[in-house]
């Protein structure tokens, strides 16, 4: 059973930073993306970041130059580094992996493709 964890998760305040992190275990595929999205109360679920199985990287364009996503192979792990947070990213972040054969470009803007996901974790940012 594929199994994603994340951590990381608190409150901030504006101008903060914040590393979430997600272990993925049991993914039964090789070349597939690993994703961060977020949903804020009252919104739609969007895309923060994607990065897929060679290592490029798709940001979504609120978070471009503030947010890092990367992973670790070798842990089966994929991290979110959040700096300079605004009280506009506050939300229930989720990993999720999938995107089989898709680039990272491409799998950002297709949660659809994404099959499984954590649990999520909760982002604050106070002003």
């Known amino acids: 059973q594929v199994q994603l964890v994340e951590s990381g998760g608190g409150s901030v305040q504006t101008g903060g930073s914040l590393r979430l992190s997600c272990v993925v275990s049991r993914f039964p595929y090789s070349n597939y993306c690993m994703g961060w999205f977020r949903q804020a109360p009252g919104k739609e679920r969007e895309g923060v970041a994607v990065?897929?199985?060679?290592?490029?990287?798709s940001y979504g364009d609120s978070v471009k130059g503030r947010f890092t996503i990367s992973k670790d192979n070798a842990a089966s792990t994929v991290y979110l580094q959040m700096n300079s947070l605004k009280p506009e990213d506050t939300a229930i972040y989720y990993c999720a992996a999938g995107g089989v054969e898709l680039t990272a470009i491409e799998a950002l803007g297709a949660m659809g493709e994404f099959g499984y996901w954590g649990q999520g974790t909760q982002v604050t940012v106070s002003s």
């Open positions: 990065i897929d199985s060679v290592g490029r990287t």
